[in-house]
């Protein structure tokens, strides 16, 4: 099956950017979807089909996919953006399908 | 305002079932897919099982097939999670989440836009 690979871990200063990768086979050619997750809450959508945002959300994140990887990327960091960040996919094939989340990023700010 | 609450969490023996349920306002809940995420203490997300707005179509993860059903009311507004043959490794949250399409016919299923706070399933002796 499908498999999307995250690091475990990031830090960053505020103020600085921080680049969350998510890896897969051929990524680019999916869809891609950023959750945030703030400890004790459930997830909420901070980025989806690759590069949009829904509404609510600062344009301080922003994301990217192409080739073998996927990248969300959160500008001006906050104290306030320190949570785990999953990515997600959709995998279609022949006649199932399952939505795929890699294993979760640890934001830390510093 | 979209609302998912989830509800049937609680202890539970090994061996046991238990019926998850998850309660939908603030949008019209026949015209949406939902789906079943769970998260154990400490691990990232697992996807369990989808279903499309009518229940025509359903998939579940292959670690949970056979074992776990998801199923709707749409009069009722609410999406079930049956679950059967409880281990240890069920043990975690349990949320819903709303896709933003009706079913995969369209475009991708997976864009789970709207989460509820989930409910806790501990599975133990």
């Known amino acids: 099956s499908y498999v999307l690979t995250q690091p475990p871990s990031v830090s960053v200063a505020p103020g600085q950017t921080a680049i969350l990768t998510c890896g897969g086979n051929n990524i680019g050619m999916q869809s891609v979807h950023w959750y945030q997750q703030k400890p004790g809450q459930a997830p909420i959508l901070v980025v989806y089909?690759?590069?949009d945002r829904p509404s609510g959300i600062p344009e301080r994140f922003s994301g990217s996919n192409s080739g073998n990887t996927a990248t969300l990327t959160i500008s001006r960091v906050e104290a306030g953006d320190e949570a785990d960040y999953h990515c997600?996919?959709?995998?279609?094939?022949?006649?199932?399908?399952?939505?795929?989340f890699g294993g979760g990023t640890k934001l830390t700010v510093l | 305002e979209v609302k998912l609450v989830e509800s049937g969490g609680s202890w539970y023996k090994p061996g046991g079932s238990l019926r998850l349920s998850c309660a939908a306002s603030?949008?019209?809940?026949?015209?949406?897919?939902m789906h079943w995420v769970r998260q154990a203490a400490g691990k990232g997300l697992e996807w369990l099982c989808s279903?499309?707005?009518?229940?025509?179509?359903?998939y579940c993860a292959d670690s949970v097939k056979g074992r776990f059903t998801i199923s709707r009311d749409n009069s009722g507004h609410s999406l079930h999670l049956q679950m059967n043959s409880l281990t240890t490794e069920d043990t975690a949250f349990y949320y819903c989440a709303k896709d933003t399409l009706a079913d995969d016919s369209s475009g991708s299923l997976g864009l789970l836009d709207s989460w509820g706070r989930g409910t806790l399933v501990t599975v133990s002796s």
């Open positions: 089909n690759d590069n």
């Open positions: 279903i499309s707005w009518d229940g025509g179509r359903v």
């Open positions: 997600q996919v959709w995998d279609r094939s022949s006649d199932q399908s399952y939505v795929i």
């Open positions: 603030g949008f019209t809940f026949d015209e949406y897919a």
